[in-house]
C-alpha cells in the first residue's frame, strides 16, 4: 500500500491516511480482499502513533472500506463503497499533483488553494436536482442516467413522492414509472430523464 504521509500539510496525519486510502480504493490501487499493513507495522512505517492508525482504520471500517479480523488481519472489505463522485475526485486530485509536481508547486500550497476554493464553492448555492423515485430500483436507474446527464458538480438528490419539496431544489426529475399515478386533472408533472437508449448532451 502506497501512502505518503506529509506533516507540512495543514491535515491531520490520520485524515491524510483516511483519504489517500478511499483514493487507492476508488481509482483500483487497492481491491476487494487486497490486506493492508497491520496497525503498528503502518505506525512504525510512517512514524506516527498507532492509536492514530487504529483510529482511521476504524472509521474506515464504519465507513465499509475495510474488513478487520483479529487473526486474519485488515483487508479491503469485499464490496467497499462505489462512487463515481469519489473515483471522479482520485482521478482529479492525481491530476492536480501530478500538474502540481510539474510546475514544482508544493503539496502545502496545493492543499491550501484546493481547501480554499472548496470553501468558496461551500458557500455559494450548488445546482441541486431532485430525482423524485419510490423505491430503491428506481433512484439507481434515475440516478445512472442523471450522472451521464448532468456534471459531477450537481447535486443529484433522490426522494420519495410524497417528501419532494419542489422549492428546495433547481429541477426536479421524476421516474417515468410514477407519471401515470401521479398525474391528476390539472397536474403539471415534474420534467422527466430521457430512459431512451440516446442521451441528449448536457446543456452548457
Not at 12 to 23: F, W
Not at 58 to 70: C, D, F, H, I, T
Not at 195 to 202: G, I, K, M, N, T
Amino acid at each position: 500500500m502506497d501512502i505518503h504521509l506529509d506533516r507540512s500539510l495543514p491535515l491531520r496525519l490520520g485524515d491524510q491516511l483516511k483519504a489517500q486510502v478511499r483514493a487507492l480504493v476508488h481509482a483500483g490501487a487497492l481491491r476487494s480482499g487486497d490486506p493492508l499493513p497491520t496497525v503498528r507495522e503502518l505506525a512504525a512505517r510512517e512514524g506516527i502513533n498507532v492509536n492514530t492508525v487504529a483510529a482511521a482504520y476504524a472509521e474506515l471500517e464504519s465507513e465499509g472500506y475495510l474488513v478487520q479480523r483479529k487473526r486474519a488481519g485488515t483487508h479491503v472489505a469485499p464490496s467497499p463503497p462505489a462512487s463515481s463522485e469519489h473515483a471522479y475526485l482520485a482521478a482529479l486530485g492525481a491530476e492536480a499533483s501530478g500538474k502540481a509536481r510539474a510546475l514544482t508547486i508544493g503539496a502545502k500550497e496545493l492543499v491550501e488553494t484546493v481547501a480554499a476554493h472548496a470553501a468558496m464553492a461551500a458557500s455559494a448555492p450548488r445546482f441541486r436536482v431532485a430525482l423524485v423515485a419510490e423505491n430503491a430500483l428506481q433512484s439507481e436507474e434515475l440516478l445512472a442516467r442523471a450522472r451521464m446527464l448532468f456534471r459531477p458538480e450537481v447535486a443529484l438528490l433522490t426522494v420519495a413522492p410524497g417528501a419532494h419539496d419542489g422549492s428546495q431544489v433547481h429541477l426536479t426529475v421524476i421516474h417515468p414509472a410514477l407519471a401515470a399515478r401521479l398525474a391528476g386533472p390539472g397536474a403539471t408533472l415534474p420534467r422527466e430523464l430521457d430512459f431512451s437508449a440516446e442521451f441528449p448532451a448536457p446543456a452548457d
